[in-house]
């Protein structure tokens, strides 16, 4: 296996929404992240729980989607620079400190509303799509059936964030998403040396 992480929290993914969905649905209210509870019950562990958790079939299956698309060959380039260990523990520390950074800005935009309340894969998933297109930002990447090179995808998506975060529209973690893709620029940059240096050579 070529992309053992990616493929781990593909499955890891899988599984605990769907145990929460036909087996324990019960846990599915507790584990999601509520912003709230966190801050003011010191829930902590919903920040990472509600990560492996999702509303329904198409939001699990486009962030599935999404992160195999983009983290197996995030995957196979580290691995490919960095031997197998190596790469594949960088592939986990960028999606974990991915998830963090999202549930971290989701948390401090939203703790003062009981009522909101968050699952997914999203930030953690943008994160590894950042780290790619820091990597690959002249490759083209498609945005519905759109096809624009990965730099400029990567601006568009900041500024629907962005502006998501502050018009509130649609029932979209617009918080976790930009915390996620901050959190994956940052942790490749300081985990993967030269990378920062990498990208910018590619528009000089």
Known sequence: MTAPVTFTLIFANAAITLW????????????????YQIVHERKFY??????????????????????????TVLEQLFTANFGQTEGSVYVFLIYFISLLSGSIL??????????????????????????YILFFPT?????????????LFAFLYVGVSIYGMKSKF????????????????ISTFLLIKGSFEYFLSHFS
């Open 20 to 35: 929460t969905w036909y087996s324990r649905h019960d846990y599915f209210e507790s584990l999601a992240e509520h912003p």
């Open 46 to 71: 919903q920040a990472v729980t509600s990560a492996f958790l999702h509303a329904d079939w198409m939001h699990l299956l486009f962030n599935m989607f999404t992160l195999f698309s983009f983290g």
């Open 106 to 131: 989701t948390i401090a935009m939203n703790h003062r509303n009981p009522s909101y309340v968050a699952v997914g894969a999203s930030g953690a998933v943008s994160g590894i799509v950042f780290s």
């Open 139 to 151: 490759s083209t990447v498609g945005v519905f059936f759109i096809p624009m090179p990965a730099f």
């Open 170 to 185: 649609g029932n979209i973690g617009h918080e976790a998403h930009l915390g996620g893709a901050l959190g994956g620029v």
